[in-house]
T-cell receptor, first 109, second 115 residues
Framework: QQQVKQSPQSLIVQKGGIPIINCAYE??????FPWYQQFPGKGPALLIA?????SEKKEGRFTISFNKSAKQFSLHIMDSQPGDSATYFC????????FGKGTMLLVSP | DGGITQSPKYLFRKEGQNVTLSCEQN?????MYWYRQDPGQGLRLIYY???????QKGDIAEGYSVSREKKESFPLTVTSAQKNPTAFYLC??????????????FGDGTRLSIL
C-alpha cells in the first residue's frame, strides 16, 4: 500500500528532447506528489509538486501530469539540456513521503 | 543563508562502534527527517520528528536512534546493532507538523562507510 513505482530506471535523450518519467502509487490517501532532482554527492532538491485536485502543473521547463483515477503521475522536461543530467525521484505521501527508486537521466549534447 | 547542514560529509565506522551524524537547520522548520539512500533503492525513512522531544520510527528504524532536544537539531546515531550501515544518509526538514504534504528541504548528506 505504501509503494511508489518509478520507471524507467535510466533514460538517455538528446539535447532538446523531452524525457518523460512515470510513477504509480497504490495508497489513495496520498495527497502530495513532489519530484526531486539529485546530483552526485548532493541532497535532493525539490523541482515541482502537485496535489490531486489538479491534473497538470508547469514550472519553467518542468511539467507534472497527474491522473488520479489511474493513480499515476509523470514528469516531463521540455527542451532538455545537458545540465539536466541527474537522478530524478518521485514521491507521494500524506504525513510522510514514500519515494520511488529513482531515474538516472543523461542528456547528450 | 537558510538551510540544512549535515556533518561530517564522510564518516568511517569501526566494528562495534556507534557513530553520530549531525543535522542542523536554520529554516525554523517544525519537522525533521532522516533518510537512508542506497544505490538503486531510492530514499527510505529512518526516523522523523514533528516537534521537540518527540519522534517516530520510519520504515527502517532498527539499529538507529535519534534525539530532538532542540528545534534546529536532529542528530542520528548509527548503533553497532545496524549490521549494514554503509550508505548515504540524508537529513530533511519541513514546515508544519507533518511533511507528507509540505515541501521537504534536504541537506547534502553524510556518506558512512565501514572500516
Amino acid at each position: 500500500q505504501q509503494q511508489v513505482k518509478q520507471s524507467p530506471q535510466s533514460l538517455i535523450v538528446q539535447k532538446g528532447g523531452i524525457p518523460i518519467i512515470n510513477c504509480a502509487y497504490e495508497n489513495t490517501a496520498f495527497d502530495y506528489f513532489p519530484w526531486y532532482q539529485q546530483f552526485p554527492g548532493k541532497g535532493p532538491a525539490l523541482l515541482i509538486a502537485i496535489r490531486p485536485d489538479v491534473s497538470e502543473k508547469k514550472e519553467g521547463r518542468f511539467t507534472i501530469s497527474f491522473n488520479k483515477s489511474a493513480k499515476q503521475f509523470s514528469l516531463h522536461i521540455m527542451d532538455s539540456q545537458p545540465g539536466d543530467s541527474a537522478t530524478y525521484f518521485c514521491a507521494a505521501g500524506y504525513s510522510t513521503l514514500t519515494f520511488g527508486k529513482g531515474t538516472m537521466l543523461l542528456v547528450s549534447p | 543563508d537558510g538551510g540544512i547542514t549535515q556533518s561530517p560529509k564522510y564518516l568511517f565506522r569501526k566494528e562495534g562502534q556507534n557513530v553520530t551524524l549531525s543535522c542542523e537547520q536554520n529554516l525554523n522548520h517544525d519537522a525533521m527527517y532522516w533518510y537512508r539512500q542506497d544505490p538503486g533503492q531510492g530514499l527510505r525513512l529512518i526516523y522523523y520528528s514533528q516537534i521537540v522531544n518527540d519522534f517516530q520510527k520510519g520504515d527502517i528504524a532498527e539499529g538507529y536512534s535519534v534525539s530532538r532536544e532542540k528545534k534546529e537539531s536532529f542528530p542520528l546515531t548509527v548503533t553497532s546493532a545496524q549490521k549494514n550501515p554503509t550508505a548515504f544518509y540524508l537529513c530533511a526538514s519541513s514546515t508544519y507538523g507533518t511533511g507528507g504534504n509540505q515541501p521537504q528541504h534536504f541537506g547534502d548528506g553524510t556518506r558512512l562507510s565501514i572500516l
